[in-house]
C-alpha cells in the first residue's frame, strides 16, 4: 500500500530552464495538492486538483507554473524558465475526497528543485 | 486573515521536559485545526487536530488546547523524547474550502 510517490526527489535546473514534478497519489486518492516550501518558511498552497479538474489554483504564480492532473498518469507541476527563486521543495498530498470530509492530508516526500 | 500566526521559530527542550507551540488566528471561520509534523527529508505527516467545538484534545504524549475566544491553539508534547524532534505545522482550514493554511513552522529539538 504505497504511499503518495513523488519524482524526481532532487532535480537541478540552469535559470531559463523547465522542471517537470510528477506526483502519484494513494490507490484509490482522487484528490491532488501541491504545496512549496522555502527554506526555513512554511507550506505555501499551490493549486488543488480532481481528475481532469482544476478546483483551486490561488496559490499558483499567474506566469510560468501550471498543473495537470490528467485521467491515466501522475499529476504533473509544471514550472517554465525556471528562476533562483524557484528554489524550494514541492510537495504533493492526497486525499480521498475533500480534506474537510476526512480530515487528512497525505503528503509525499517531495520535490526538492535546485536552480543554478 | 488568511494567515496562521505559529510561535516560537525554534524551541530547545530538555528530554523528559514539556514542549510547547503556540498559533494564532484571525478568520473566525477556521473550523479544522490540525497539527503536522515533518522530520528532514520527509513530507509532513498528520500529527493531531481539533474542532473548535472542544477546548482540548489529547493522543498520548500530544495535547491540543484550543481557545476560541482568544482565537488562539496550541501543541503540548509532554515527557519529550529525541524521537520527536522535528518541525511542527499547526495550520486551519474553513469547512468546504480546498486548502490547508499552514504556518510557518516550529523547529524542535529535545537535548538527551
Known amino acids: 500500500n504505497a504511499g503518495v510517490m513523488q519524482n524526481p526527489r532532487h532535480l537541478v535546473r540552469r535559470r531559463g530552464q523547465e522542471a517537470r514534478l510528477r506526483c502519484s497519489p494513494m490507490?484509490?486518492?482522487?484528490?491532488v495538492y501541491w504545496y512549496r516550501q522555502l527554506p526555513e518558511e512554511g507550506l505555501k498552497f499551490m493549486v488543488y486538483?480532481?481528475?481532469?479538474?482544476?478546483?483551486?489554483e490561488s496559490g499558483m504564480p499567474k506566469e510560468r507554473f501550471s498543473a495537470e492532473f490528467p485521467k491515466e498518469g501522475p499529476s504533473i507541476l509544471r514550472i517554465q524558465q525556471v528562476v533562483r527563486g524557484d528554489s524550494a521543495a514541492y510537495f504533493c498530498?492526497?486525499?480521498?475526497?475533500?480534506?474537510?470530509?476526512?480530515?487528512?492530508?497525505?503528503f509525499g516526500e517531495g520535490s526538492r528543485l535546485t536552480v543554478l | 486573515q488568511q494567515q496562521v500566526k505559529q510561535s516560537p521559530q525554534s524551541l530547545i527542550v530538555q528530554k523528559g521536559g514539556i514542549s510547547i507551540i503556540n498559533c494564532a488566528y484571525e478568520?473566525?471561520?477556521?473550523?479544522?485545526f490540525p497539527w503536522y509534523q515533518q522530520f528532514p527529508g520527509k513530507g509532513p505527516a498528520l500529527l493531531i487536530a481539533?474542532?473548535?467545538?472542544?477546548s482540548e484534545k489529547k493522543e498520548g504524549r500530544f495535547t491540543i488546547s484550543f481557545n476560541k475566544s482568544a482565537k488562539q491553539f496550541s501543541l503540548h508534547i509532554m515527557d519529550s523524547q529525541p524521537g520527536d524532534s522535528a518541525t511542527y505545522f499547526c495550520?486551519?482550514?474553513?469547512?468546504?474550502?480546498?486548502?490547508?493554511?499552514f504556518g510557518s513552522g516550529t523547529r524542535l529539538s529535545i537535548r538527551p
Open positions: 486538483l480532481q481528475k481532469e479538474n482544476i478546483i483551486d
Open positions: 478568520n473566525t471561520a477556521f473550523d479544522y
Open positions: 495550520a486551519a482550514s474553513i469547512k468546504g474550502a480546498s486548502k490547508i493554511i
Open positions: 498530498a492526497s486525499s480521498t475526497q475533500g480534506f474537510t470530509v476526512t480530515g487528512e492530508l497525505f
Open positions: 490507490k484509490g486518492h482522487s484528490h
Open positions: 481539533i474542532r473548535p467545538d472542544v
